[in-house]
């Protein structure tokens, strides 16, 4: 069969589609990935073909822009506690409507769609997987009436939230339809869709299934007709080659700090900026091997770097992480699934979005802790890692995690669901 896959034009939301990607091509079937052009060198580097569809979206200026807005609004949430809380109606529409004004709209912008309606009718796929923001392949495939699913890389939190949304609609009597500015997404979508003489329908935002790459204790929003997948890690499309270092057992216990929280200072509570000079000072003389992953810019501005510490560029974490005792990151999707698929207990700075709720639920399991921004400081960082490090019952925790994530079935097998769900009519 063909199967066109789209993605927004965002590494990151790419990588967790390629070994599904490469699956599908194994098993003898056509696949495209269509995204905004940023991404076309990115999708062409794993092997797949490429199909620009609509033009930048310009996102980092979009950010520069819109972006402190919006993190003003979910800083420091977890977002299912969120949706549910006493101001849980207007949290969700404000955060609908500075997410669809700020990307998807953009993302999915009338060029783009666009081009996705017109590819669609041209090459006639069997199957659309989208990501689970691109609804711009969601509208695509339902104007040219192709089956399509939702390829989630995390927890579903928007279908969480989206459920909370409808229901205080429901339990207020609103008629989200007929009301502008009840449900921002919803707007713009029928927008979309009215432009091609299509109605709302909420398969576009949901999908008619879901691909879950979560296991049963981190998935939301039951009710949706689901296809496990197991994730399987994928680094991007940059040179993976296993260092001299890395071919043998480190002699003490080898922790990973990643460069998502060290290119940026976080705030502590005393108003001071805690640095990645800070982190190192803190673990100076622990009993660990401390690999540091920064790029040129942040190793030219570290001042010192402590004798335990190994700083260096991209290693691939499927080959490092193995090796690791525990790791120190931000919470976001790559980094922690491939944490979690190794069995690596984990401590989390996590601030927004979909961070924050894998944070909670990581410390939650016994796999990890939680270390939010405002309690972040060198000496609970450094307390945190020797409990990690020193309390067996964090590897326990790590270990039933990993047994969750590699329980779930490998892409090639859910090739055969997703060739028996394209061939029923698309709804």
Request: aromatic share 8%; with cysteine; hydrophobic share 45%.
């Amino acid at each position: 069969m063909r199967v066109l896959i789209t993605v927004p034009p965002l590494d990151a939301h790419f990588n967790g589609s390629v070994p599904l990607a490469w699956a599908l091509r194994t098993a003898g079937h056509e696949v495209r990935v269509a995204a905004q052009p940023p991404l076309t060198a990115g999708i062409t580097s794993a092997g797949l073909t490429a199909v620009p569809v609509g033009d930048d979206p310009g996102l980092a200026a979009v950010m520069a822009r819109k972006g402190p807005r919006i993190y003003a609004h979910h800083e420091g949430r977890d977002l299912r506690r969120a949706a549910t809380a006493p101001d849980g109606p207007e949290f969700l529409r404000t955060s609908s409507a500075l997410l669809t004004d700020a990307f998807y709209s953009r993302i999915g912008s009338e060029e783009t769609v666009d081009d996705l309606v017109a590819f669609c009718r041209a090459w006639r796929p069997d199957l659309v997987v989208w990501e689970t923001f691109t609804f711009a392949g969601a509208i695509a495939a339902h104007v040219t009436g192709v089956p399509h699913a939702r390829l989630l890389w995390g927890p579903d939190l928007f279908a969480f939230m989206r459920d909370a949304l409808l229901d205080h609609h429901r339990r207020a009597g609103v008629d989200a339809g007929s009301t502008p500015g009840a449900d921002p997404l919803r707007d713009w979508i029928t927008g979309q869709l009215a432009r091609f003489g299509e109605e709302f329908t909420e398969a576009v935002v949901r999908g008619l299934w879901r691909i879950d790459q979560m296991p049963e204790e981190l998935r939301l929003a039951p009710g949706q007709h689901t296809v496990p997948l197991r994730y399987v890690p994928y680094n991007g499309p940059v040179p993976a080659v296993v260092p001299p270092w890395l071919r043998h057992d480190p002699d003490r216990p080898r922790v990973c700090l990643t460069k998502g929280f060290s290119v940026r200072t976080i705030d502590s509570p005393d108003g001071r900026a805690v640095t990645t000079d800070d982190f190192f000072d803190a673990v100076a003389d622990l009993d660990a091997e401390v690999v540091a992953l920064l790029d040129e810019t942040d190793r030219a501005a570290l001042t010192t770097v402590p004798a335990n510490t190994r700083v260096v560029d991209f290693t691939p974490l499927h080959v490092l992480l193995p090796t690791c005792a525990a790791i120190v990151h931000h919470g976001g999707a790559g980094t922690w699934s491939t944490a979690a698929v190794h069995g690596v207990p984990q401590l989390l700075l996590a601030s927004m979005w979909d961070n924050v709720f894998r944070a909670v639920r990581t410390e939650e399991l016994g796999a990890g802790l939680f270390l939010p921004p405002a309690e972040l400081t060198p000496a609970a960082l450094r307390g945190a890692l020797e409990r990690l490090l020193k309390e067996p019952s964090f590897a326990d925790g790590a270990d039933h995690l990993r047994r969750a994530m590699t329980s779930q079935p490998a892409p090639h097998t859910v090739v055969t669901e997703l060739e028996r769900l394209a061939a029923q009519p698309a709804a």
